[in-house]
């Protein structure tokens, strides 16, 4: 299960830089990360208190 690992760790990174952004007020950054994401095959779900993801494996 490596490459969950290294996907964790690219997605969590891309959270943060996304957080980041988001805090700035940079939405043209942030919407362009949520897409980077999507293309990863995560879902997320911004809510009052958090910001949640969720991995969707691509069927081949």
Avoid: F
Avoid at 13 to 33: N, S
């Amino acid at each position: 299960m490596l490459w969950w690992a290294e996907m964790q760790k690219k997605v969590e990174a891309l959270m943060r830089q996304r957080e980041d952004a988001r805090k700035r007020r940079d939405w043209t950054e942030a919407d362009r990360l949520r897409e980077e994401l999507k293309n990863l095959g995560v879902t997320i779900e911004d809510t009052p208190s958090e910001t949640r993801w969720t991995y969707h494996p691509r069927q081949t």
